[in-house]
């Protein structure tokens, strides 16, 4: 009924714990980004099938290309069933989001085209992240994500923090996945985003959409959450200050200080994170500039 992919990279710390909140699915797929460590074996020995991407560059994450390499996935990759969950290793499913997962798709009738599809081909859940032992019920900056969905409707855009495009109606599910980000520790969560980050300011760098009236209406008033996001991004983007600004939005405009301690640390996290993209941006331009030499 439904096929699971989950994304790896040296995931042997949190790959056990993601499988065994999947053993009613009989067909795992694991899309490594040429892991070192113990990954591959703990895939083989759960019974998943165990794929990377051809000619990959393992320097750097997703190859230097999260959407590419998400949708390579998409269209390369062949599943058992036709829906198909998304997860990441340091997220698990709790069974009460499979049985509304399983009661809800098995009500539905596969779509033979967009253009004609009326019931949604792709559906969105919240996620709920995990720090220092406490939900973070405020200060998440994106609650929502696209992570079931029929592979043929779906691609995605952007070097990193992909935006999902879907070609036809998407709902909503009440259910959550359970995002632990922090599994592998701080370092690795600051070492992450250090690459992220580089990934963020090139995007920036070759992106250059000019902001429009309707890329504000959209940003507000579209229907669709993830195209008022695109378009909230690029508003955010182009604003001054953006490290203070996401501090101030994440803790104190979405109430991350209800959040407590770990509230604040994360939101300062985030804000550094956003800081590094600024001054990488700069670093990108000024490198780009014959006046720099």
């Known amino acids: 009924m439904i096929s699971v992919l989950i994304l790896t990279f040296n995931e042997e710390l949190t790959l056990p714990s993601c499988l065994d909140c999947l053993d009613w699915c009989d067909d795992i797929v694991i899309y490594d980004s040429y892991s070192t460590d113990r990954t591959e074996s703990i895939a083989l020995s759960a019974g998943a099938r165990f794929v990377q991407r051809p000619c990959q560059d393992t320097s750097i994450s997703f190859g230097g290309d999260e959407g590419y390499h998400r949708t390579w996935a998409l269209r390369n990759i062949s599943f058992v069933h036709p829906w198909l969950l998304v997860l990441d290793a340091d997220e698990r499913l709790p069974p009460s989001t499979f049985d509304e ?45 696209i992570r079931l969905f029929l592979p043929e409707f779906v691609s995605y855009e952007r070097l990193i923090n992909p935006v999902t495009v879907v070609t036809g109606p998407i709902a909503c599910l009440s259910g959550a996945i359970d995002h632990f980000p922090f599994s592998k520790g701080l370092s690795h969560w600051i070492d992450r985003h250090n690459i992220y980050s580089t990934l963020e300011a090139r995007e920036l760098c070759i992106v250059s959409a000019p902001l429009t009236v309707s890329t504000f209406f959209t940003a507000i008033l ?19 200050a953006r490290p ?11 109430c ?13 996290l985030q804000s550094v994170y956003e800081f590094f993209i600024v001054l990488k941006v700069r670093e990108i331009r000024r490198l780009a500039s014959p006046a720099s030499y």
């Open 101 to 145: 997962i399983r009661s809800c798709i098995s009500e539905l009738q596969l779509p033979q085209s967009s253009s004609t599809q009326t019931s949604p081909v792709a559906y969105q859940l919240r996620r709920r992240d995990f720090f220092q032992g406490r939900h973070l019920k405020h200060v998440q900056a994106t609650p929502f994500y």
């Open 222 to 240: 579209n229907p669709h959450y993830h195209k008022r996001r695109a378009c909230q991004k690029l508003l955010f983007m182009s604003l001054p």
């Open 244 to 254: 203070l600004i996401k501090f101030l939005w994440l803790y104190l405009l979405k």
């Open 256 to 268: 991350g200080f209800l959040d407590s301690q770990p509230g604040f640390t994360y939101a300062l």
